[in-house]
């Protein structure tokens, strides 16, 4: 499984998500708060997809990272 990840600082309103969803062409698998930070995530099925979404996130200012994990 491949995962995309981000955060940003979260000001009590979701449209940063929105921004986000539009710029990955999808909606987030799994997102989530914790101390101030708002937490989106893709789960991805191929690299490329990865690589994608992540250049769309980072051209917009938030930045990601991809996450191979060894589990699957």
Excluded: Q
């Excluded at 789960?43 to 991809?66: F, N, P, Q, Y």
């Amino acid at each position: 499984m491949i995962e995309v990840r981000t955060s940003y600082i979260f000001d009590g309103t979701f449209v940063r998500d929105d921004i986000a969803h539009h710029a990955a062409g999808r909606i987030s698998d799994f997102s989530g708060c914790g101390f101030c930070e708002r937490d989106l995530g893709w789960v991805c099925k191929s690299e490329i997809e990865a690589e994608r979404i992540k250049r769309a996130l980072d051209k917009i200012g938030m930045k990601a990272t991809i996450r191979n994990d060894p589990k699957n």
